[in-house]
């Protein structure tokens, strides 16, 4: 009988411990009996809350649930605009589960890859959709928002059946294709490399410009003050002129004689120069008469 009660104490022991399980703050629990969602009396799925929790043993099992909003942020898609115009579009989804009982039916068990997929098609379907609709000006120009709100529309219709409940849907950015991009940005770079040979061949004329009249000027400046110059020296040579014979006027002796000094001055100036001259040439009158003095 000891022994009896310690194994049916141990079996009670075990039944109420794995009866017992806990659900963390974020996290909602459904109960899986006979491998079916359990129902309350009202018919309605049975949702446990955070905390601390009893369950049939061996009958019963809880499937555990993310209920916290998540972002499903997939690769950018190509769309076509109304006008035939290729995009690739980038956005994200915030969404929850609304439905958890619903969620784990349509998702294989709950599985979050495969709805995210799902969840992911049908976005994309309702921005297909909404940038079919709408020319590239029209999406760039201001219709963002209101295309925004109409594929949150569109894909919380189609969202509702996989028990989530789609909180935001965001376009994060829009592009064009690579190589409709290499074209336009081709296209800029010739246009502007012709603006800026255009400028170039302008600036380029007027620095011409620039430089012959600056040319002209520096000529013309040149020329005045040559003729300035020569004006000044013809000008200085006249009063020489005028001052050396009004000098030469005064006496014309002492005038010659002066001038026939500085004439010997020049001329044996170096202590080599050799001169062939006659004895009796003007050049020498002045000495003959100093050395006809000295005989005296």
Do not use: C
């Given at each position: 009988?000891r022994?009896?009660?310690i194994?049916?104490?141990?079996?009670?022991?075990?039944?109420g411990?794995?009866s017992?399980?806990?659900?963390q703050?974020g996290?909602?629990?459904?109960?899986i009996?006979f491998?079916q969602?359990?129902?309350?009396e009202?018919?309605r799925?049975?949702?446990?809350?955070p905390g601390?929790?009893f369950?049939?043993p061996l009958?019963?099992?809880?499937?555990?649930l993310?209920a916290r909003v998540k972002?499903?942020?997939g690769?950018?898609?190509r769309?076509?605009?109304?006008?035939?115009?290729d995009?690739?579009?980038?956005?994200f989804?915030?969404w929850?589960i609304?439905?958890?009982?619903?969620?784990y039916?349509?998702?294989?068990?709950?599985?979050?890859?495969q709805?995210?997929?799902l969840?992911?098609?049908r976005?994309?379907?309702g921005l297909r959709s909404?940038?079919?609709t709408r020319?590239?000006?029209?999406i760039v120009?201001?219709e963002?928002?209101?295309?925004?709100?109409?594929?949150?529309v569109?894909a919380g219709d189609?969202?509702?059946?996989?028990g989530i409940?789609?909180l935001?849907?965001?376009?994060?950015?829009?592009?064009l294709?690579?190589?409709v991009?290499?074209?336009?940005f081709?296209r800029?770079?010739a246009?502007r490399?012709?603006?800026?040979?255009?400028?170039?061949?302008e600036?380029q004329?007027q620095?011409e410009?620039?430089?012959a009249?600056?040319?002209?000027?520096?000529?013309v400046?040149?020329a005045?003050?040559?003729r300035?110059?020569?004006?000044?020296?013809?000008e200085?040579?006249?009063e020489?002129?005028?001052i050396?014979g009004?000098a030469?006027?005064q006496d014309?002796?002492?005038f010659?004689?002066?001038?026939?000094?500085?004439?010997?001055k020049?001329?044996?100036?170096?202590?080599?120069d050799?001169l062939v001259?006659s004895p009796?040439s003007?050049?020498?009158?002045f000495l003959?008469q100093m050395?006809g003095i000295r005989?005296e």
């Amino acid at each position: 009988m000891r022994n009896l009660v310690i194994v049916i104490a141990v079996i009670v022991a075990i039944l109420g411990y794995s009866s017992l399980f806990t659900i963390q703050e974020g996290e909602r629990g459904i109960v899986i009996r006979f491998g079916q969602v359990a129902q309350d009396e009202d018919g309605r799925p049975v949702v446990y809350q955070p905390g601390l929790h009893f369950k049939i043993p061996l009958i019963e099992r809880i499937e555990k649930l993310d209920a916290r909003v998540k972002t499903l942020d997939g690769q950018p898609d190509r769309f076509i605009t109304s006008e035939q115009k290729d995009l690739i579009v980038d956005a994200f989804v915030k969404w929850r589960i609304a439905d958890f009982a619903q969620f784990y039916l349509s998702t294989g068990g709950g599985n979050e890859r495969q709805a995210e997929d799902l969840l992911m098609r049908r976005i994309n379907s309702g921005l297909r959709s909404e940038f079919g609709t709408r020319t590239i000006r029209d999406i760039v120009s201001g219709e963002r928002d209101e295309l925004m709100e109409q594929a949150l529309v569109q894909a919380g219709d189609g969202a509702s059946d996989l028990g989530i409940q789609i909180l935001d849907v965001r376009v994060k950015q829009i592009n064009l294709p690579t190589e409709v991009s290499q074209s336009i940005f081709a296209r800029m770079r010739a246009e502007r490399n012709a603006v800026a040979r255009e400028h170039r061949a302008e600036g380029q004329s007027q620095a011409e410009f620039i430089r012959a009249d600056v040319d002209a000027r520096v000529t013309v400046m040149l020329a005045d003050a040559e003729r300035e110059a020569r004006q000044i020296r013809g000008e200085g040579d006249a009063e020489a002129a005028r001052i050396y014979g009004e000098a030469y006027s005064q006496d014309a002796e002492f005038f010659a004689f002066l001038r026939s000094m500085e004439a010997y001055k020049e001329s044996f100036s170096s202590g080599n120069d050799v001169l062939v001259l006659s004895p009796d040439s003007e050049f020498f009158r002045f000495l003959n008469q100093m050395s006809g003095i000295r005989s005296e």
